[in-house]
């Protein structure tokens, strides 16, 4: 059997794809918060489906950090979505704490990557202060 880098690159695209998408379904689907005999089983389900979503993450910010020049002092706006992706699903386990680590570290980079610096309004600075809000109210 021959390995070949480019499928770890697609198996690697497919992961992030369904971190991505299982956390956004996992938010659609619970944004009502209503009461029915199934959500304790669909939840048992996710908190696995979101350890992985977690892991995956966890590995992409490791692989940004190790192709950046800067390494693990690297700031790019991409660190910073996958800071601010990751603070979403420790959100949804209920791990607020870290969630919040990962919200103000993403809101630090967006702030160091614009040129208005902590003056600058954006949507994303403005999710990211919507989604700290809302760990930091828990």
């Known amino acids: 059997v021959s390995h070949n880098d480019d499928d770890d690159d697609d198996d690697d695209a497919r992961y992030i794809r ?5 956390f956004h379904t996992h938010t659609r689907t619970h944004a009502g918060d209503c009461e029915t005999s199934q ?10 489906a979101f350890e992985g979503a977690r ?8 692989m940004e950090y190790t192709i950046h020049p800067e390494g693990k002092k690297a700031k790019t706006n991409d660190i910073a979505n996958s ?9 949804a386990i209920s791990d607020l704490k ?18 208005e610096g902590k003056k600058a309004k954006t949507n994303d600075i403005a999710s ?10 828990k």
């Open 83 to 91: 800071l601010h992706q990751l603070g979403g699903v420790l959100k």
């Open 18 to 22: 369904d971190a991505h998408a299982l």
């Open 98 to 115: 870290g969630a919040r680590a990962k919200y103000e570290a993403a809101l630090e980079m967006k702030y160091a990557n614009h040129p």
């Open 39 to 48: 959500r304790p089983v669909v939840r048992v389900r996710t908190l696995a």
């Open 55 to 62: 892991a995956t993450y966890e590995a992409l910010l490791e």
């Open 128 to 137: 990211l202060l919507h989604q700290l809000g809302s760990v930091l109210y």
